[in-house]
């Protein structure tokens, strides 16, 4: 068992930048491939990033390529997501995830444990 939850979303201005904490507390993130999700107003939750349980490989979805970096401190059982160039289409409910599949699995049925979630707002 796992817990996580997210931290560090709100109100930003578009062209800002957010940084999102997910802290696990239970099982340690080394043994997880862990991933953010995101959920906006009347869409279906959509992959944003994952992360290797080394934390050595990274895999993006296009939209966020770029501006967007995923980071585990194992230390810390905490990953990040650092978010910049930050766009209106990017406001919704972020979640961390934890799962076993592989950084490629974009599917949120590959993970077992998930977060709470933290509302960003991206403003013009």
């Known amino acids: 068992q796992v817990q996580l939850v997210e931290s560090g979303g709100g109100l930003v201005q578009a062209g800002g930048s957010l940084r999102l904490s997910c802290a696990a507390s239970?099982?340690?993130?080394?043994?997880?491939?862990m991933g953010w999700f995101r959920r906006a107003p009347g869409k279906e939750r959509e992959f944003v990033a994952s992360?290797?349980?080394?934390?050595?490989?990274?895999n993006y979805a296009d939209s966020v390529k770029e501006r967007f970096t995923v980071s585990i401190d194992n230390a810390k059982n905490t990953m990040y997501l650092q978010m910049n160039s930050l766009k209106r289409e990017d406001t919704a409910v972020y979640y961390c995830a934890a799962g076993s599949g592989t950084i490629y699995r974009t599917q949120g049925s590959s993970y077992y444990y998930w977060g709470q979630g933290t509302q960003v707002t991206v403003s013009s």
């Open positions: 992360i290797s349980r080394s934390g050595g490989y990274t």
């Open positions: 239970g099982r340690t993130f080394s043994t997880y491939t």
